[in-house]
């Protein structure tokens, strides 16, 4: 298990939907949501708006989701640009300084639809805690062996 790449991330938040701004298109859609919009005020459960076309809840809002891509240190330029090439394998060093910022995705219930968008990136510092961040895991399967 790892938590995915942002490149991982979007997509799987695009469900199939290339250029999409959301995982349902291109137009904000309430019902499918938890954005301050809305109006909910909170986190709801997994489940509560319907899922992408991968079968995938709550890729656009609710938390922000915590990927093993690193942003940087400075929070106003980020060193890792996006898009990138997925084997650059310095972006997702597991073993990077604590003053490496993550890179997090979806958006989240306490802030505008716009940042709820499939290709918004924001960060993270390693440390602390907050309840508008989380995360979703990435289960890999062993490659299969042919001997």
Known sequence: MTLPSELEWEKAARGGLVAA???????????????????????????????NAYGLYDCASNIWEWT???WGKRWDKPDFLYPYHADDAKRE???????MRRVVRGG???????LARC???????PHGWNDYGGF???L???PVSLL
Do not use: C, Q
């Not at 938890?34 to 319907?50: M, S, Y």
């Not at 989240?108 to 716009?114: A, K, N």
């Not at 290709?119 to 510092?125: K, T």
């Open 140 to 142: 890999r399967r062993s």
């Open 108 to 114: 989240s219930w306490i802030l505008h639809r716009d």
């Open 68 to 70: 093993r891509s690193l």
């Open 21 to 51: 701004m959301y995982p349902w298109g291109d137009e904000f859609d309430a019902n499918r949501a938890n954005v301050d919009e809305t109006g909910i005020g909170d986190t709801t459960a997994v489940g509560a708006f319907p899922p």
């Open 119 to 125: 290709a918004v990136r924001n960060w993270r510092p």
């Open 136 to 138: 979703r895991v990435l």
């Open 93 to 99: 060093a597991h073993a990077a300084r604590k003053d």
